[in-house]
């Protein structure tokens, strides 16, 4: 089934989301964020669905982060987008069902954040990880109320003021990453291990997401979207998206 820019399909008791989008590296497109929300949605209201798989289609990325394509450089269309992009990327945690992020590839910016907000990572080990929008002149929006508590507040802080991207041993090091499979077996090993927790008490497993979960989504996020225009309003986040666009390096004014 093609939702959006996603394919959905189940195996007994797990749905799995495949991102489809592969010549762009499964960015964030109208089409994948309507196809991730759909995806969840259905998977969360099916009865029979226990545990959910995303992953990317294609070799080369699970989701190379937002498509800015179009983005627009003015504070209230910030916010807006940051909103909506918001709703996508905390959809997992949402969810009530367990999901499992299945990182075949690149995980950058949102794509990172989308895998994040799973309960868990499994990473292809030629995965990489990285919220690189600093180099945008900008900050993630969901990392940024999130990434702390996985990886601690410096190393966070390392991450998003330095952008650069980490590999998928790095990840699990740091503990992002639950744990690195071979490439090929990624796929294998993820439906694996959704069998192990779909085996297990539904009502139980509901609840161990519920709990761990609690207090998510609250202040934090209001205030991620409100600071977001605050950059969209300064000259670096105009000169790092042109030069991002325009594929040269940005010279910041500072």
Do not use: Q
């Not at 008791?13 to 497109?29: C, F, M, S, V």
């Not at 209230?76 to 990182?103: H, M, Q, T, W």
């Amino acid at each position: 089934m093609r939702l959006g820019s996603v394919n959905y399909e189940t195996r007994g008791k797990i749905a799995i989301l495949t991102l489809d989008e592969p010549t762009k590296l499964n960015a964030l497109t109208a089409g994948l964020r309507e196809g991730i929300l759909a995806g969840l949605a259905r998977a969360d209201v099916d009865e029979g669905i226990r545990v959910v798989i995303i992953t990317g289609g294609g070799d080369k990325a699970f989701c190379a982060g937002a498509d800015i394509s179009g983005f627009e450089l003015e504070a209230e269309k910030g916010r807006k987008f940051l909103a909506a992009a918001l709703d996508v990327l905390a959809a997992p945690e949402r969810c009530s069902k367990p999901v499992i992020a299945a990182v075949n590839g690149l995980a950058y910016g949102g794509g990172f954040e989308l895998a994040m907000a799973s309960d868990f990572i499994l990473a292809s080990d030629r995965a990489k990880f990285a919220v690189p929008e600093i180099m945008l002149g900008l900050l993630p929006g969901f990392a940024i109320v999130r990434l702390h508590d996985i990886v601690g507040r410096a190393r966070a802080k390392e991450l998003s003021m330095l952008g650069d991207p980490i590999d998928a041993a790095e990840a699990e090091r740091i503990g992002l990453v639950l744990r690195v499979v071979p490439h090929h077996a990624l796929m294998a090993e993820a439906l694996a291990f959704a069998e192990r927790i779909a085996a297990k008490p539904r009502l139980a497993v509901a609840m161990a997401k519920s709990f761990y979960n609690r207090g998510l989504g609250g202040d934090e996020m209001r205030h991620a979207v409100d600071g977001f225009p605050l950059l969209m309003m300064h000259d670096d986040a105009r000169e790092g998206i042109s030069a991002f666009r325009e594929k040269r390096k940005p010279k910041f004014k500072d």
